[in-house]
C-alpha cells in the first residue's frame, strides 16, 4: 500500500503565501506523475498541478498558472506546492496523489490511485 501524508495547510490573507507538502512511503508509486488536486466545499476535485518525477517537467491549470510552482525531492519521495498570490478562490482542502501505473492525462483524477488525506488551506479577503 502507499501513504501519501499532506502538510502546510493553514489560514492566510488574500495575496499571501503557503507552502504544501506531500510525503509518499510504502509500496513504490509509479515513479511518473505526483499530481496535487484541491475541493472546495460544494464542488468537484479539481486539478492544480503536476511534476514528473523523472523530468521535473510540471503541469498546471490555469487558474494556478503562474502563481502556483510545484517541486520535488527524490531522494525524500516528497512533492511541494509553493502557493503564492493566494485568493479567497484558492480556499479548498489540498490533496496529492499518485497513479499506480502510468498516466496519460496528468489533470484527469480517475488516473490517480492513492490519494492523502488532505490538508485545509483557507484563504480570508
Known amino acids: 500500500q502507499v501513504q501519501l501524508v499532506e502538510s502546510g495547510g493553514g489560514l492566510v490573507q488574500a495575496g499571501g503565501s503557503l507552502r504544501l507538502s506531500c510525503a509518499a512511503s510504502?509500496?513504490?508509486?509509479?515513479?511518473?506523475?505526483m499530481g496535487w488536486f484541491r475541493q472546495a466545499p460544494g464542488k468537484e476535485r479539481e486539478f492544480v498541478g503536476a511534476?514528473?518525477?523523472?523530468?521535473?517537467?510540471?503541469y498546471y491549470a490555469d487558474s494556478v498558472k503562474g502563481r502556483f510552482t510545484i517541486s520535488r525531492d527524490n531522494a525524500k519521495n516528497s512533492v511541494y506546492l509553493q502557493m503564492n498570490s493566494l485568493k479567497p478562490e484558492d480556499t479548498a482542502v489540498y490533496y496529492c496523489?499518485?497513479?499506480?501505473?502510468?498516466?496519460?492525462?496528468?489533470?484527469?483524477?480517475?488516473?490517480?490511485?492513492?490519494w492523502g488525506r488532505g490538508t485545509q488551506v483557507t484563504v480570508s479577503s
Open positions: 511534476i514528473n518525477w523523472n523530468s521535473g517537467n510540471t
Open positions: 496523489a499518485a497513479p499506480a501505473a502510468t498516466v496519460r492525462v496528468v489533470y484527469a483524477r480517475e488516473q490517480y490511485d492513492y
Open positions: 510504502g509500496r513504490t508509486v509509479s515513479k511518473n506523475i
